[in-house]
């Protein structure tokens, strides 16, 4: 056995649901950029095809004790990441309810792991919907860095 630890889990959640979302192409660019220099093993996961309804649980996230399988499901998903990227547009100001359904859903599985956040929009492209919001979870350890790509 070596002594070497694998590789960290990063996933990349594509928060727009739309049918003609840009999402998606844009999270891809992102992974490209980010895999260039780095050892992280990425992976996305499309709040489209994970389609959790609104919060239906009884009780709140932070007991952990979790009534329907879509929640537990969603649970072992997100536990399965050491660190996450959000990529979502920016809506009026803020992020999709999608993205706010997504992580209102769980507590103790976004803990202390690092969020980056990559947002896009007409207006302030996109640093708004982080900005006026703060951290979109209260769990989680925001990552503040800017880069900027001109296209």
Request: glycine fraction near 8%.
């Amino acid at each position: 056995m070596s002594g070497e630890q694998s590789p960290k889990r990063v996933a990349v959640i594509i928060g727009s649901t739309r049918s003609n979302r840009i999402c998606d192409g844009i999270a891809r660019w992102t992974v490209r950029a980010a895999q260039a220099e780095s050892s992280l093993q990425y992976a996305f996961i499309d709040l489209a095809e994970v389609n959790l309804p609104f919060l239906d649980e009884p009780l709140k996230p932070a007991i952990g004790r979790y009534e329907h399988e879509h929640t537990r499901s969603w649970s072992r998903l997100v536990s399965s990441f050491d660190a996450f990227v959000l990529v979502f547009p920016q809506y009026n100001w803020g992020y999709p309810a999608p993205m706010k359904n997504a992580l209102d859903f769980l507590y103790l599985e976004w803990h202390d792991k690092p969020v980056g956040v990559v947002t896009y929009g007409t207006r302030g492209g996109g640093t708004d919907a982080w900005g006026t919001s703060g951290s979109p979870h209260a769990g989680c350890r925001p990552e503040r860095r800017t880069v900027y790509h001109r296209c």
